[in-house]
């Protein structure tokens, strides 16, 4: 996988440890004939300091941009780029751009915050991001005008799978003018679901808060006869929330993810299932991510500001499906509905997923100083490695069904639904 560089590393960097180029890392740790046709096994840069910068330090200007849905430890990131740019690089200048890529905007934006250590100082220890966020595209052409005017050479754009294609867009066009700016990516999702990104920063946070959650429903449906408590979590297309949650939790009856289609009605179907457990148990406790069961609903056809499709909520459907399914059974039944939704996402960062973000973020600044762009760095066999920016946002990232991820869910609740 090579990536692409804006020119000759001319100037000798401070680090006293370096990465070669050369340096590679297996997309797949262990050779497995048997699906070596059906997996290509690409070789990704290991990231890290290089012995030589494109750009002078004393001479470098950088931004940074947060954008799409909340997630712990963004502000830890931003700490962290600042951290290493200033101290780790000699960088005077970083600007934080504010309310995502609206903030490159000039029109739209608000005038960027001048990251200090001051500023940042204490930054990491609240949820959301100090310099706020948005939804939705950017006009390319003005974004870069504005980059160009205010001297920007480094751009670190901390989002999913839009703000990263975002980020190619802008280092395309900046590139087609002869502007050197090196754009650099963080994959940032609390649903974990990022290609080449074994854990993306937050998850665990994410996964902490949900168990929390459900230690409560538990509570609630064991303390009264035949109770059922139903939580949904957030996870759109992959169910690795609603999966760790579950192992985490331990008391999990029944998990239904995105990856395994919803069958309700029929012996094998879930209600049936349920049934069985209400009968010989007297309580349950379900978990079901937001993007399960949608071929249950009718699709609106309608996308949010960057061009997601829009869920229909499952939890009120599975809840109205299961109270009539008893009533109709004649199976009195009391069923309490938890949607924790956004809180899971807008705590701090837990102490793990504090040390993934420092991590993320300076290896993104030795990219960026090296004069790589049109990257984001990601996470493979405990190594951070250089992923292009038009790879990762070609797939996703979902839960094997015959991973040991799935199978400790399957273990911890006894439910045979897949």
């Not at 029944?254 to 009968?279: C, V």
């Amino acid at each position: 996988m090579d990536i692409t560089t804006l020119g000759e590393a001319r100037f000798p960097s401070p680090q006293r440890r370096t990465v070669s180029d050369q340096a590679r890392v297996p997309s797949r740790l262990i050779h497995d004939p048997s699906t070596a046709a059906a997996t290509e096994d690409w070789q990704f840069e290991l990231a890290g300091p290089r012995e030589r910068l494109f750009f002078d330090p004393t001479q470098t200007r950088a931004g940074i941009v947060t954008c799409g849905g909340l997630c712990p430890g963004l502000n830890n990131v931003i700490r962290s780029l600042f951290l290493e740019l200033h101290y780790g690089y000699g960088v005077k200048d970083v600007l934080g751009f504010r309310g995502g890529y609206q903030g490159l905007d000039p029109v739209r934006g608000l005038e960027p915050f001048i990251l200090t250590p001051t500023f940042v100082h204490a930054i990491h220890k609240d949820g959301g991001t100090v310099l706020g966020t948005s939804r939705g595209p950017v006009d390319i052409g003005l974004a870069v005008d504005n980059l160009i005017q205010r001297g920007i050479n480094i751009l670190f754009t901390v989002g999913g799978d839009g703000t990263q294609r975002g980020g190619h867009a802008l280092f395309k066009e900046a590139q087609r003018r002869g502007h050197p700016l090196a754009v650099v990516g963080i994959p940032k999702t609390i649903d974990n679901d990022v290609a080449f990104v074994s854990r993306t920063f937050g998850y665990l946070t994410a996964v902490e808060e949900a168990a929390r959650v459900l230690h409560c429903a538990h509570t609630e449906a064991h303390s009264v006869h035949n109770g059922i408590a139903l939580v949904k979590l957030m996870g759109r297309h992959a169910g690795f929330i609603a999966a760790g949650a579950t192992v985490a939790s331990q008391d999990v009856n029944f998990t239904l993810i995105p990856e395994i289609p919803l069958h309700l009605d029929g012996e094998q179907g879930f209600l049936t299932a349920l049934k069985r457990r209400i009968l010989q148990r007297a309580h349950a406790l379900v978990v079901v991510a937001e993007g399960a069961g949608q071929d249950l609903l009718a699709s609106t056809q309608d996308s949010d500001a960057s061009g997601n499709a829009k869920l229909q909520d499952i939890g009120p459907f599975l809840r109205a499906r299961i109270e009539q399914y008893f009533q109709a059974e004649q199976i009195p039944v009391t069923l309490r509905y938890f949607d924790p939704s956004y809180l899971i996402r807008s705590v701090p960062a837990d102490a793990e997923d504090s040390i993934l973000c420092d991590f993320f973020a300076r290896n993104a600044v030795h990219a960026a100083m090296a004069g790589k762009t049109g990257l984001v760095i990601g996470l493979l066999h405990d190594s951070f490695i250089h992923v292009p920016i038009d790879l990762l946002v070609s797939q996703k990232k979902r839960l094997d069904l015959n991973g040991p991820g799935w199978r400790a869910v399957l273990a911890a609740t006894g439910q045979h639904l897949d």
